[in-house]
């Protein structure tokens, strides 16, 4: 099975595809009340690693004269999601979109999108919308009109999530910074 990108809906239920085991309501709910205990203990087991610049890359976003709405889209069930951004620099991004709204992650991007133009009142700014993502994230931004931003610091090679044509593909976020210009705030590599 491959892992990378992939909703958790998706996973558990290949998963039991492969091994005969019925896709019911009753069968998935029963493998993720013993997922959440077994990721909650497994990560708090865990040494990790804050990516370089996270926090401050956030907290730069947070401070400009129009900040980006910030929110958490993920392949994660709700309540994984929660734990992972308990032990991790998630900090106060709080999960917006997860696979609990559809299994599908194209369907999670739209709902997204649609949830981030009411919060904001107004048509969604695509060209404020950014990503850390796999590739197989990455390749659906566009469709919803989100701009891309690619770090390889999840695991995926530069050159691997670059062949995804993202607008911007780093290494790790210390080689991006968020300003304010005359012509309005941008990103830019370092």
Known sequence: MKFAG???VSLVREFFTLNKIPPTRENFARFFDRYVFWLD???AQSQTRECPRHRSFLRDLRT?????????LTGNIRLGAEINCGTSACGRIRPGRVCDDHEDRDQIAH????????VLREKSRAT???SSATPRWTSLWPAIGAKVLAVATGGHEFEHLKAGAPDWVVKDLT????????????MRGA
């Open 6 to 8: 992939r909703t958790d």
């Open 175 to 186: 080689e991006v910074k968020v300003e304010a210009s005359w012509s309005g705030e941008r």
């Open 64 to 72: 400009l004269r129009q900040p980006p709405l910030l929110g958490l």
């Open 111 to 118: 709902a997204a999108w649609q949830r981030g133009a009411r």
């Open 41 to 43: 203990h497994i990560l």
């Open 128 to 130: 404020r919308s950014w």
